[in-house]
């Protein structure tokens, strides 16, 4: 296997993310700094190769850090870099000793790849362990090397203090960009995640939307039935969250009729009457007065409707929403006084979706049109509403009802 074929197949490994193109740059960039500052001390010192080697590391560093904002910090950048630092090394023990403490670098390219090549922990781990057993073999060898420069104490506590401080600084910067980097890649991440949940927040709405659709047009399809327009659930929706607005300023409902139980009564509405789909056309559609066998089926009504919002969107929707559903299928038909059907259910034992429900489809049922009646005018279909209070309906509800009489009959004239 080729040079060019081992690199090809090792790059893919060896390319790293932003983080290690950043921190890589900026090691390079330090390296470049810190060489040009030592060719004043190796010229200062009369150390005139050392001069030399450090003008081709400054060159080196130069390029490597150009290449790295450019490109990718590849094996062979580092590889190079590792070379440099180790001949540097050798250089200095050469010329001027141990004391100086060059060696400290050694040990810190054994850090860098794994912040360099974090997709890659083997080679990583290989290259730290190799850097610490050069590290460790020049600590061992260092006393062996007779100096060829004579350096005084105070120059040899500066160039100590130099490359032990400078050392140090390169460990705080590296945790520091580290540290800044993790911000970064967390306030992205958590950016990513928001987006992320926004589009799946608007696919929920779209299935609700499309959900609630489905429900009013099966409702409709339902009603159109029985009566001449399917514009029966749209009335009786609107009716239903006026009335609702309006009871809850009252005292026995402002803690019930809270602005998501208003919106799950408006949502749940349509499905009052979807139970009518049991019964046969020819008794919903029966001119005259249906037989006590015929009432009876007529009120299965409520209880196939409740079996029915249970077997279609449980599972499939908010419970709480389901069960508003079901109660309304099953009790708006219920009486205050406890003479509706099916359960016989009474006062406050009625649930309270259930007698707004009441009230709004008893009245759209006066003004419109069926096949059995003639519509009532607005002023007979409020007159019986009220009459009705205290028996069939809440009265509480019925006031209520009254007040917004204005905004129903403007709802109607707009209707029409």
């Known amino acids: 296997m080729n040079l060019e074929s081992l690199r090809n197949k090792m790059s893919p490994l060896m390319q790293s993310s932003l983080r290690s193109k950043i921190l890589a740059a900026f090691v390079a960039s330090f390296a470049f700094i810190y060489h040009f500052s030592f060719m004043w ?18 060159l080196l560093f130069t390029a490597v850090g150009g290449l790295v904002i450019s490109w990718q910090p590849l094996f ?84 100590r203090t130099i490359n032990v401080s400078v050392f140090a ?42 959900q609630n659709n489905t429900i009013i047009g099966m409702a409709n ?47 749940a509405a349509p499905m009052h009457d979807i139970g009518k789909i049991v019964v046969p056309d020819a008794i919903l559609k029966k ?39 079901s109660d309304i299928a099953l009790c708006h038909h219920e009486k205050w006084n406890g003479s509706g ?4 259910l009474s006062n406050v034992d009625i649930p309270v979706c259930a007698r707004i429900m009441a009230i709004a489809d008893v009245f759209d049922a006066l003004v419109s049109l069926r096949c059995y009646k003639e519509p009532f005018t607005c002023d007979e279909a409020f007159k019986t509403i009220q009459e009705a209070a205290g028996r069939h309906f809440d009265p509480v509800l019925v006031d209520c009802f009254l007040k917004i009489r204005p905004q129903i009959e403007d709802f109607l004239k707009q209707a029409v």
Not at 113 to 121: E, G, H, L, T
Not at 223 to 236: L, P, Y
Not at 341 to 344: E, N, R, T, V
């Open 76 to 159: 062979w950048m580092y590889a190079l870099c590792f070379l440099e630092v180790v001949v540097h090394q050798i250089l200095a023990e050469y010329y001027i000793g141990a004391q100086t403490d060059f060696h400290f670098f050694i040990l810190l390219m054994g850090m860098v790849p794994f912040i360099v090549f974090p997709r890659n922990p083997k080679l990583s781990f290989l290259l730290g362990s190799v850097s610490c057993a050069i590290f460790v073999a020049m600590e061992i060898m260092a006393h062996a090397f007779t100096p060829v420069y004579e350096l005084d104490e105070k120059m040899i506590f500066i160039i």
């Open 221 to 267: 399809l339902v009603e159109n039935r029985d009566v001449d327009t399917g514009e029966h659930v749209k009335r009786t929706s609107f009716y239903v969250k006026m009335l609702a607005m309006e009871a809850r300023k009252t005292l026995e409902y402002q803690k019930v009729l809270t602005d998501r139980y208003i919106e799950l009564l408006v949502k």
């Open 41 to 58: 001390v190796f010229y200062s010192l009369g150390v005139i190769p050392m001069f030399y080697f450090n003008i081709g590391s400054v």
């Open 169 to 210: 600084v390169v460990i705080l910067a590296l945790i520091t960009l580290f540290t800044l980097f993790i911000l970064f890649v967390e306030n992205a991440h958590v950016s990513e995640i928001h987006e992320q949940a926004q589009k799946i927040q608007s696919q929920n709405q779209k299935v609700i939307e499309m």
């Open 341 to 344: 059907y099916p359960q016989q």
């Open 287 to 325: 001119p005259g007065r249906l037989t006590l066998d015929e009432f009876l089926q007529i009120q299965r009504h409520t209880v196939e409707g409740a079996r029915i919002v249970h077997e279609v969107l449980d599972g499939n929707s908010d419970a709480e929403y389901v069960q508003m559903a």
